[in-house]
């Protein structure tokens, strides 16, 4: 079993500190001062890249339904203030030919939704709330039987002039997928 001391000092060493004392910690090494403003800027830029990072969205759906039934899909996106653009998309393609009626339960403040066959969209103005939720219930024909499969999208976007909610959307691209939910659909 090891010692205390050896303990501390290894668990030390793998954080990246030392045990010494704070005057040796603060004296700098000759010709290694540039080198250390250098990281002390990479490491700001880091920490701001991970606050940005803590920004996400979170997608619930049901893994089964009854032929004919419905879906809900609810959106939950959590540290929104983290998000450095003007507003947000949010998406659900959805097969086509294959949805009888959409309705959105829930929508999100400032934000303008729509459905245009296959896609189901929210485009969000950013306010001063941290988080937002959009959920979203689909309709399936009674013909459909199998799994139904729906592609999840978000993406933050900087608002320009003469451009429509539609416009947004357009833009999405695969990198913006959240994932993809497959909800079986039972024969009885």
Known sequence: ???PAILIASLAVAAG???LPASAQAAPVPGRAETAATT??????????????????NVSYPRGMRRGGYATYT?????????????LVL??????KEVSKVRFLRKPPNASCAYRNPRV????R?????TLSMQIRVWV???YGGTFMADHYWAPVSFESGLTARDYVDQLTRDDRIGRSKTKISLR
Do not use: E, H, N, W
Request: positive net charge; contains cysteine.
């Open 141 to 143: 024909k009674y013909r």
């Open 1 to 3: 079993m090891r010692k």
């Open 121 to 124: 969209y929210c485009v969000v």
């Open 91 to 96: 998406a659900t393609f959805l097969p086509p």
């Open 126 to 130: 950013l306010g001063s709330a941290d």
């Open 75 to 87: 959106f939950k996106v959590t540290g929104a203030r983290q998000i450095q653009d003007d507003g």
């Open 40 to 57: 002390g800027t990479a490491a700001t830029a880091a920490r701001s890249d991970a606050a940005a990072a803590r920004s996400r969205v």
């Open 17 to 19: 500190t030392l045990l």
